[in-house]
C-alpha cells in the first residue's frame, strides 16, 4: 500500500527496460537499512550514503546504478524523505 506522504513523484522517470518508473516510494529505514553509514553523513544529504541507504529503502527497490542516474533534484528529493525520518517527531 502506498503512502502518498511518503512517495516522490521523479521529475526524470528512470527507465528499467521498458518500464518507465515515475514514482517511487521511501520506507522508514530500520537500523539493518542504515548499516555501513554513518547517521550523520544520511543526514547530511551525502551522496554516496544515500546511493548505499535508497536501494534498501524504496518501492520499487532502486538497483544502485538506478540511484547513481537519477536526476539531482530527484535525487533531493529522495533525501528530504530519507531525513524525514530521521528527525524526531514532534509533541505538538
Known sequence: ME???????LE???MRGEQ???TVEVIKPNS???RGTRLADLAGSDVDTLITVLPRITLPA????ECL???P?????????????????SDA
Open 3 to 9: 503512502n502518498k506522504e511518503n512517495t516522490v513523484t
Open 73 to 89: 533534484a530527484d535525487l533531493i528529493a529522495l533525501a528530504g524523505k530519507v531525513i524525514g525520518f530521521l528527525s524526531p517527531k
Open 12 to 14: 526524470t522517470p528512470v
Open 62 to 65: 532502486l538497483t544502485k546504478a
Open 32 to 34: 539493518g537499512a542504515l
Open 20 to 22: 518507465a518508473i515515475n
Open 69 to 71: 542516474n537519477l536526476d
